[in-house]
């Protein structure tokens, strides 16, 4: 079997797309126009390139994107000033603080500042306790893109099998809880799981998100499962840097039904879903109805 590769780039450019058709909307009928915030504290410059792209796509689609670059000696105290304005900042619906902040700022107290109807990344301890009780919440932006994916693929999730390989706070745990909420029966591995082969192997959705380049091989892939690899991995190979998943993605994809690869595959659709929850908060904020197909 040869898999289906899931273009995630074509997948997220339809979603920006539906995104500036309701932000496009929302000025027609109703004069508003969403705006995201990005917080961006010192200068890494992974976080600076995320940043960037952030806002172009935020201005491609239509909204309004307001940037504020701090120095990386800001204090606790200026960032939680800036936040608490912004909470109270009408023309902003959403607020991004990109992670990971310099040391001396307790990122804990930080994202719990926002205004959780603003944590457009759904990180805000709200968020998660809303989607752990599966109600309405801002969802974090990579599992929404892989649950968007995996119920374009698939329609229904019901009684699907899925493991998820990845406990951390940002993708394994929100992407198990999605799961859940679509009634999969859910495996969360880690590092101290005992027999992760064996638990991949009965699963009909792997979804991989560990930062080992291509931990995963194809011999623990059930023959035909989803494989939806979120690991971004630079690694040299043949003198050359290069980008590789959590999965070996020649031998996943020999048995696989489906497959995202990397580059091309869930990264793309992490920014698009941003886009999708600052609209939803939008919508949310002014009592209008969300956007279909754009929240979890
Ligand atoms: P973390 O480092 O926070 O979490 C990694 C998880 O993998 C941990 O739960 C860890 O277990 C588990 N793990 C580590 N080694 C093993 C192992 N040998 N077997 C099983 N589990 C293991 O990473 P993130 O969740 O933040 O990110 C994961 C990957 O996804 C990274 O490559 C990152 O770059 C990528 N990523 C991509 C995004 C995108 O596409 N836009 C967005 C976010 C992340 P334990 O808890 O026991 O330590």
Redesign the pocket.
């Known amino acids: 079997m040869t898999a289906q590769i899931i273009d995630g780039k074509a997948f997220a450019a339809r979603i920006r797309g539906e995104v500036a058709t309701h932000v496009a909307r929302l000025q027609a009928d109703h004069g508003i126009t969403p705006g995201l915030a990005v917080v961006l504290v010192g200068e890494d410059p992974a976080s600076q390139v995320y940043v960037r792209s952030k806002g172009k796509q935020t201005v491609e689609a239509g909204m309004n994107s307001f940037e504020h670059k701090l120095l990386p000696s800001t204090s606790e105290e200026a960032l939680l000033e800036l936040i608490a304005r912004l909470n109270a900042d009408p023309a902003v619906h959403g607020i991004l603080v990109q992670l990971p902040l310099p040391g001396h700022l307790n990122e804990d107290l930080i994202i719990n500042a926002i205004d959780p109807a603003k944590d457009v990344d759904g990180f805000h301890i709200s968020n998660v306790g809303l989607l752990g009780t599966g109600q309405k919440s801002m969802v974090p932006c ?1 599992p929404l893109g892989c649950l968007m994916m995996l119920r374009d693929l698939h329609g229904s999730l019901s009684g699907m099998d899925a493991v998820v ?4 706070n ?3 745990k929100p992407m198990a809880q999605l799961l859940l909420g679509d009634s999969c029966t859910v495996t969360i ?5 005992k027999d ?1 082969p064996e638990a991949v192997r009965r699963a009909d959705i792997v979804v991989a ?4 380049p291509e ?1 995963v091989p194809g011999d623990w892939i059930k023959p035909g499962a989803t494989v939806i690899d ?4 630079r690694i040299e190979r043949d003198g050359k840097t290069k980008l590789v998943g ?1 999965c070996d993605y020649d031998s996943c994809a020999a048995v696989a039904g489906a497959i995202t690869p990397v580059p091309g595959g ?2 793309p659709m ?1 920014i698009a879903c941003l886009l999708a929850n600052t609209v939803t908060a939008c919508c949310r904020a002014h009592g209008l109805p969300e956007p279909e197909g754009l929240t979890a």
Do not use: E, K, P, Y
Request: charged share 15%; aromatic share 0%.
């Open positions: 990579t390989i990845g406990r951390s940002i993708v394994g591995a880690h590092s101290r799981t992760l998100a560990v930062g080992r931990m979120v690991g971004i991995n959590d869930v990264g992490t």
